[in-house]
């Protein structure tokens, strides 16, 4: 096999991880947890700073 | 407006204490420092919104807070550790919700009143209450702080503001407000440090001390409840009288001219119509220059790539899914640098308000709550923000019909999308000569969202969330220069939120989807072959030419894609969308898109082969989605069809992180699986309306 085949295969398997374990994550945050998606950016805000309510 | 906002210049009444005023009143000196000896102190950090009271409590605190929520709600509850003194122990200060007042209407209320009876579990009572007082808005922010005073808990009043109180030329004698109140005022300023250690001093000194009621504020078991109202509105007047120095009458502001013209009725929507359309005709003529550079590196960079890595499967990966996936995304950054520019502009100058002010006709016409406006308007960045902001709305209907309607606000993750089918198609034509059609189009997405929103709420506020709307006052801020810092802070935050996206979500999807056009691998000799007797077979029947006539090396790729995992997933989902002028090639689009709408554009880089070929003249996606062909040789897009696409984004839910944050909000399935239903199906007419009904009009 080709050493661009094993790298095309390992960077698919890596992307597939990462989409999974993303997947996991914001389907754990389907609990009532305090917390959000961060990547609107209020999640980060709540972790740094205090909200104002 | 503002009756606060009264001419005078007695300033030396706002200043900090000197020293030899630090000392409080004797009175207040009874020295107890706890309920409980063997408990830590604690202390209940109350006041209105926007007073001050998270920059007091930061700095009071410091990094010794936790943020979690109040058991069964998602209010969310902040302690942290505030140290009096030297000697003494950290108390523990609460910030309580931001509140107007205490009379429990909404959630906030009801767990500010449970914090202060200790009904909460593993919480007892505060042991005294500082209460944030905003001097701007002195006459507003007491009501709270007479409605405390009835708790019989200690309360210490922080009066906050006073450098702007100042610049206003409102003069409060803080001795006389103290006297009063028979609670000990003190002048802060929280992000400066001023005023704190005096802070700690008076609230050691007033724990456990005699509790004195202003007389005027004792109301007989009798009295109503309106009648008690009355008589805190009563003694407020009194005290803001008496306290307030002024030597010049009321006149009218400048923002309060302003505002004549900028909330008229009629002038005002044709001003605020005039003001959106300059910015998305802003937001199109000044991104293309950096979006056009930003195109020719990454093209530059697949030619680099394509051109120094020997050819085979990596080499395709990172050209044709990575380069072409979040390359085509990335392209967008300037005109979502420009969104948020525009939009934070108008917030910090207080316009935001005004549009706010002038759409709450409508708002209210449809049975929607007054306080809709900011989650609705939070939406248009993003509806999770928006969705959370629902928070303040006392009505559970009232906050449910605003959660189902947020998503409807166009939000950022919608603009690539609008912005690759303007620019494909509509780009470069104008109306009455000047102005922009793809900024009037643009305007009409927005515009769109927000009457299906109302409708939507319209049907619900009379069906399934029957209520009638509560009276609402909206508070209009002054007009003011925007703070530059903050303006540019919010606009580079946005934007290294969407290059994180791009560099991490939609990296990944554009490799998975890659993956799936890439494989099963499709015989390149045997496609070869396949094609030239489709061409045999095709020019003997009749001489109507097929896209895959043109180039030998596309037909191939045409195959290959066809017969891939994505192909067939299109291929399957093709009798559905059909009807709305969408291919198989969109369809795999689409289905991508569920995950974030933004990976639509990188979905098409990546089926479209862009990057594919060296030659300038077709390595856009611009150009790609113009020249895609169905298998028939018709166009695969046209004006209509892209109308059409954008339609359907507008109105379909396709974000999973809304879903979840609706999940958790609502605490119910149920409300999250209706609003991915009922989107969808609105999403799905809408489109279907748009197409048919062109066609029906003669339009292709």
Redesign the interface.
Known sequence: MEIQNIIVGLIILAAVFYAVSLAWKKSKSFSAKSSCGNDCGCGEKSKNKAVNF | MNKNRINSVDLKTTDFPADKDRNPPERYSSGVKSNNKNSRLVVALSGN??AG??TL??ALTGMR?K???YPGV???R?EGFWKLDKTESAALLI?L??LYSLDAASI?EQIARDVLTGKLKNLRAPDIIVAVVDATNLERNLYLVTQLLEYKIPVVVALTMTDSAAKQKIGIDIKKLSRLLKVPVIAVNASQKKGLSELSEFVLNAVGSDLHIPTELISSEEDSGNSKIFIRYNFISQVFQETIKSKEPFVKTVSEKIDAVLTHRFFGLIILVGILLFVFQAIFSWANVPMDLLERGFGGLGDLIRSNL?P????D?LVDGVIAGVGGVLVFLPQILLLFLFLSLLEDTGYMARAAFLLDRLMRGVGLHGKAFVPLLSSF?????GI?AT??IEDRRDRLATILIAPFMSCSARLPVYGLMIATFFAGQTIFGFISLGAVLMLSMYALGIIVAVIVAFILKRTLLKSPPPPFVMELPPYRMPNFRTVFQNMF??AG?FL??AG??I???S??LW?LTAFPRYDVQAANSEVQSQIETSASVNNKETSKTDNGNESADTLQLENSYAGKLGHFIEPVIRPLGFNWKIGVALIASFAAREVLVSTLSIIYNVGKDSNEESDTLIKAVREAKNDDGSPTWTPLTALTLMVFFVLALQC??TV??V??ET?SWGWALFMIGYMTAIAYFAAFITYQGGRFLGFS
Do not use: H, W, Y
């Open positions: 919104p926007n009271k998270t409590f930061n807070q943020v979690a929520n998602t209010v969310e902040k910030d919700p931001g906030d020997s085979g499967l990596l080499n990966l960045a993003c509806a999770i923000p959370m928070r303040t935050t946005r939120l994180k996206r991490t979500t990296l990944a999807i490799i998975i993956g999973m992180s979840a944050v999940r958790r605490n």
